[in-house]
C-alpha cells in the first residue's frame, strides 16, 4: 500500500510569487490534514478535510494560504503570495475514518519551504 | 488550548543502552490520546507508539515504551537497547476527540556507535 506522497520535496521561491503544495493521501483515507513546522518550532496544525470539506481550518494563518481538495481524493495547498515567514517544512496526514472514529494519521515526507 | 512540552532539545545515547525522552502535557479532557512520532533523517514521519488516556497500562512495541502518568500529565518515551537506527527526532503529540494534534517542538535523538 502506497503511503502519503507530497509534491515537490523542496521548493525555493521569491517573495511575493506563488507555490502550490499537493498531498495524495493514502487511498480510502477520508481524513486529510496539513500542518507546518517552522524550524525550531513546533509541528502546528493548517488544516482538516474530510472528504472535500473543510473540516477545520483554524489553524491557517492567513488569506494568502488557500486549500483545496477536489473530489476528495489529492490536495493542494496555495501561498499567494509567498512571504519569508512562510518557509519552514509542510506535512501532510491523512487517517481512516470507520464507524465515526478516527484512527492513527499516517504522514507524508513534507515539503520544505524556503522564500527568499 | 492543550499544550505539549518537550524539554529536551537534544538527548544522546550509546549503542545498546536505554535512553528516556519526557514529554509533558496541558488538558482540561479526561479522555484523549498521546503519540510518539519518530522522523528520521529521510523525513518520513512515522508512528512509534500510542496511549489511550483511558488505559492505565503502559503502551509498549518492542523496544519502546511508555511512562504515563495521568495525574502528573506525563508521558516519557524509554527506549531499550538502542539502534544506530532509532537515531531521529522524535516528537510528542497529543490529541483528543475530534481535534487535530497538537505537537512539543521534538528531541533530536543521537546514537553514538
Known amino acids: 500500500e502506497a503511503g502519503v506522497t507530497q509534491f515537490p520535496s523542496h521548493s525555493v521561491i521569491e517573495k511575493g510569487q506563488t507555490v502550490t503544495l499537493r498531498c495524495d493521501p493514502i487511498s480510502g483515507h477520508d481524513n486529510l490534514y496539513w500542518y507546518r513546522r517552522v524550524m525550531g518550532k513546533e509541528i502546528k496544525f493548517l488544516l482538516h478535510f474530510v472528504k472535500e470539506s473543510k473540516q477545520d481550518e483554524s489553524g491557517m494563518p492567513n488569506n494568502r494560504f488557500l486549500a483545496e481538495r477536489t473530489g476528495g481524493t489529492y490536495s493542494t495547498l496555495k501561498v499567494q503570495p509567498a512571504e519569508l515567514e512562510d518557509s519552514g517544512v509542510y506535512f501532510c496526514?491523512?487517517?481512516?475514518?470507520?464507524?465515526?472514529?478516527?484512527?492513527?494519521?499516517?504522514f507524508g515526507p513534507g515539503t520544505r519551504l524556503t522564500v527568499t | 488550548a492543550q499544550t505539549v512540552t518537550q524539554s529536551q532539545p537534544e538527548m544522546s545515547v550509546q549503542e545498546a543502552e536505554t535512553v528516556t525522552l519526557s514529554c509533558t502535557y496541558d488538558t482540561s479532557e479526561s479522555d484523549y490520546y498521546l503519540f510518539w512520532y519518530k522522523q528520521p533523517p529521510s523525513r518520513q514521519m512515522i508512528l512509534v507508539i500510542r496511549?489511550?488516556?483511558?488505559?492505565?497500562q503502559n503502551a509498549t512495541e518492542n523496544r519502546f515504551s511508555v511512562n504515563f502518568q495521568k495525574a502528573a500529565k506525563s508521558f516519557s518515551l524509554k527506549i531499550s537497547d538502542s539502534q544506530l537506527g532509532d537515531a531521529a527526532m522524535y516528537f510528542c503529540?497529543?490529541?483528543?476527540?475530534?481535534?487535530?494534534?497538537?505537537f512539543g517542538k521534538g528531541t533530536r535523538l543521537s546514537v553514538i556507535a
Open positions: 503529540a497529543y490529541r483528543s476527540a475530534g481535534t487535530p494534534l497538537v
Open positions: 496511549q489511550e488516556a483511558y488505559k492505565q
Open positions: 496526514a491523512s487517517s481512516q475514518v470507520l464507524a465515526g472514529i478516527s484512527y492513527e494519521q499516517y
